[in-house]
């Protein structure tokens, strides 16, 4: 049997089970989250270009463009939302796909739940299926891609997109193979457009992408059936053979579902920057806090992560707030002077531009340090009288059960986000409705 029929089946099979309320309640958290960020994407110079060029040749449909009022047909509206999602990067992410899941499985999702007329618990399992294909796709190809330069979201989260397609369309499992081996050759996205507004569009291309495959599936178009294991296939194209594990798509899905797994659980972003910042940001702060200095008083602020982590945000002079976001030197320099980071801190260029934040900047330093630990850093801050004060960070708040979350943060992080299309009592209204799984 091919890999792309046993993942199949295994999605579908998956799909079908009776899944834990925790289950339920990491996926609803997720959603949340997402469309919270989606609301304060879809007013970003980049989403609103990106509406300008697509919305006057698209079909209207019944899918809706969140915080607008169009609904257009449903692979325009997840191309929209999907850019929309990862404009500020402000989504979720897992270790295991080394990308960004929520992203990669709702926009489509939900593009399809509003065409189908489709809520609740449908779109619940629909999520959970997705997650748990871009944990185990993950497994299989990473974090191999993510070395290589390839962008594991959209590249390898393309196929959970297709995944939770395959569940809300009710495709059978010849039709969810054949979705699955077209997207073998829809899925792309490459990390030298970090730090820019491509970066989001490829998310969004991948949702598009994710539900043209499965309605081509749907009309019984055809697809190469080895299209992952063939010589000239996904594997050996995107990794190398010596690259891939096929087992966590070929196995049996039986264990606890990975949107559980407290190892390498869904991490939410309390800054809106590259999750590989959070960790410093946070030794940052405690340092800040601890020794009450003023940024004239620093002379060196000296940051060390994991050398996965290097070389995406190893960016000393970045040209912009967006780029500013995969910057370590302006996030540190940044938040010292603040004390927080806010979405104006990557939108506004008067604040990009503060004169103390950028004098700042150039003291910041980044080196790899040899820890296994892919979330540890460590922070050592020195003052221009010569003391040094030095912080380990394990990881960022939420990434691990023993680092938790501040209390209501996903709360007031949607609301904080969806405030800036709604009202705030929309917005409050909108959150106790995807509280009760109305995802409508």
């Known amino acids: 049997m091919t890999i792309a029929r046993q993942l199949a089946g295994n999605l579908l099979a998956f799909s079908r089970q009776a899944f834990p309320q925790a289950a339920y309640a990491q996926a609803r958290t997720a959603i949340i989250d997402t469309l919270g960020v989606t609301l304060a994407g879809g007013v970003q110079d980049g989403a609103v270009k990106l509406r300008s060029v697509i919305v006057p040749s698209a079909a209207s449909g019944h899918s809706r463009v969140f915080g607008t009022n169009l609904q257009l047909n449903a692979l325009d509206a997840a191309l929209l939302n999907g850019v929309s999602s990862h404009l500020l990067d402000f989504d979720d992410s897992n270790s295991w796909l080394h990308g960004h899941i929520s992203v990669a499985v709702l926009p489509a999702l939900l593009a399809l739940a509003d065409e189908q007329d489709l809520n609740g618990d449908a779109v619940l399992r629909a999520y959970i299926t997705g997650y748990e294909t871009a944990v185990r ?38 039709q969810t193979a054949t979705a699955l081996s077209i997207t073998a050759s829809l899925a792309s996205g ?79 972003k309390y800054f809106p920057c590259c999750y590989a910042i959070l960790s410093p940001l946070d030794g940052v702060l405690a340092l800040r806090e601890e020794t009450g200095l003023q940024p004239h008083e620093v002379e060196r602020i000296a940051v060390q992560v994991h050398p996965i982590r290097f070389p995406h945000i190893n960016i000393p002079e970045p040209v912009n707030p967006l780029a500013g976001k995969f910057s370590l030197h302006y996030c540190v320099a940044r938040a010292f002077v603040t004390g927080s980071l806010t979405l104006d801190d990557f939108i506004d260029d008067a604040l990009f531009a503060d004169p103390a934040t950028q004098t700042l900047m150039r003291k910041v330093t980044l080196e790899r340090h040899d820890e296994e630990i892919t979330h540890s850093a460590f922070v050592t801050l020195t003052t221009t009288d010569g003391r040094e004060f030095t912080r380990r960070v394990a990881g960022a708040r939420g990434s691990s059960p023993a680092i938790p979350l501040p209390d209501n ?32």
């Not at 191999?144 to 959970?160: D, I």
């Not at 009202?423 to 995802?439: G, P, S, V």
Request: charged share 20%; aromatic share 10%.
């Open 190 to 268: 490459i990390k030298s457009n970090f730090g820019s507004e491509t970066k989001a569009l490829a998310v969004g291309q991948a949702a598009r992408s994710a539900v043209m495959a499965c309605k081509l599936a749907q009309s019984g178009f055809t697809a190469g059936q080895r299209a992952f294991e063939q010589h000239q296939g996904y594997f050996h194209v995107y990794n190398g053979v010596e690259n891939v594990d096929s087992l966590p798509l070929t196995e049996s899905w039986n264990e606890t579902p990975f949107i559980l797994d407290t190892v390498k659980s869904n991490n939410y």
């Open 409 to 440: 943060l996903i709360e007031q992080k949607f609301l904080d986000c969806a405030s800036r299309v709604l009202t705030k009592e929309a917005a409050q209204a909108l959150y106790q409705r995807l509280l009760h799984d109305d995802f409508r």
């Open 137 to 174: 796709m993950g497994k299989a190809v990473s974090p191999f891609q993510y070395r290589h330069g390839w962008h594991p979201t959209t590249t390898v989260g393309v196929f959970a997109g297709v995944a939770a397609c395959a569940v809300i369309l009710g495709l059978n499992e010849e």
